[in-house]
């Protein structure tokens, strides 16, 4: 185990020097419910400032929760009713009608299911143990089935979007502009994005912030489909935690919050320097197939991210291989 952790830690290293110098913590707090063992979600209220919506990952049930970010106190949870019983609950989100979007929408056998969920309802005025009526909407790839933990509501548009997950990167779906409750809604491949665990758009919607175990970035959005996401920065002083989860934006777009799974999981908040910081090559698309600055630098940074993962799990099976 110690030569796990040694791997590991080195490898976490090498990519929080890559992403720059560390910065105090500001705020942030822990999860004291015992029921929420694996937070996998994180949306900032609109309604009820200071209260951070989250999730479990599969195995809970219908429910989500309100946390209180003063005291790590859940203030309620919430049975949605009329969803049946999710799956493998990844995200959740608030689009700008107030409406709280959960994604269920995660694969482990990647693309074991031919089909996904998205559960909407609308942010409760009191914060007290209940239960909601919720929306169902039946989701599938323009592109076949695939493993994913992001979904991003646009605080603008209202359009939805999911970013699939695998190591070698994945893809930025783009849903109709009208989800249907009655059909199935087709989810189009719009960009490439890295490995993303969770994801959220700026409360102005003009950044992306897409986080993945050892990395957090935030891309500038040019919107719709073609080349939607711009440049991109790592954020500095993002913390290295357990398991990186999740990431949502503070209500006033100046910080990010961060979280992990596990009992007694803590969200670490992350200042944003102001305008935010450019991508080596100023106008080059991230996106692109170009041998711009921009792009070949993050491809040096998911070289880094592959050699730190594939360190990790070569670590993991020698210990297995011991243990036989």
């Not at 209260?51 to 989500?64: A, I, K, L, Q, R």
């Not at 711009?230 to 357990?242: K, S, Y």
Request: proline fraction near 6%; aromatic fraction near 8%; include cysteine.
């Amino acid at each position: 185990m110690r030569s796990l952790l040694r791997v590991c830690g080195t490898a976490g290293l090498v990519l929080v020097c890559a992403a720059g110098p560390a910065v105090a913590d500001d705020g942030g707090f822990t999860i004291k419910d015992p029921r929420i063992k694996e937070s996998s979600g994180l949306a900032a209220s609109r309604a009820h400032p200071g209260v951070y919506w989250t999730h479990n990952d599969s195995g809970d049930g219908p429910y989500v929760y309100a946390v209180d970010a003063k005291t790590g106190q859940t203030l309620a949870r919430v049975t949605m009713e009329g969803v049946g019983h999710p799956r493998d609950v990844e995200a959740i989100s608030i689009g700008p009608d107030g409406d709280l979007y959960v994604g269920d929408i995660g694969d482990n056998l990647d693309g074991a299911w031919s089909h996904v969920w998205i559960y909407r309802f609308h942010e409760p005025a009191r914060l007290e143990d209940q239960t909601v009526k919720a929306t169902q909407y039946v989701v599938q790839y323009a592109d076949g089935p695939r493993n994913a933990e992001a979904l991003m509501v646009h605080p603008k548009t209202g359009r939805v979007y999911i970013a699939s997950k695998r190591e070698s990167g994945g893809n930025l779906y783009e849903g109709p502009a009208t989800l249907s409750a009655s059909g199935t809604n087709v989810f189009r491949k719009v960009g490439e994005v890295p490995w993303v665990t969770d994801g959220a758009f700026s409360p102005d919607g003009t950044k992306l912030a897409l986080r993945g175990y050892f990395a957090l970035a935030e891309y500038a959005w040019k919107g719709g489909s073609g080349v939607p996401l711009g440049d991109w920065h790592a954020v500095p002083g993002t913390p290295v935690q357990r398991q990186s989860e999740s990431v949502t934006y503070t209500p006033d777009g100046a910080a990010l919050m961060v979280g992990s799974e596990g009992e007694n999981s803590p969200v670490a908040r992350v200042p944003l320097e102001e305008g935010g910081a450019k991508s080596p090559s100023a106008g080059a698309s991230s996106t692109g197939s170009g041998d711009g600055g921009g792009t070949g630098n993050f491809a040096l940074g998911a070289m880094v991210l592959a050699l730190a993962t594939a360190l990790c799990m070569g670590a993991k099976r020698v210990l297995r291989r011991r243990g036989a």
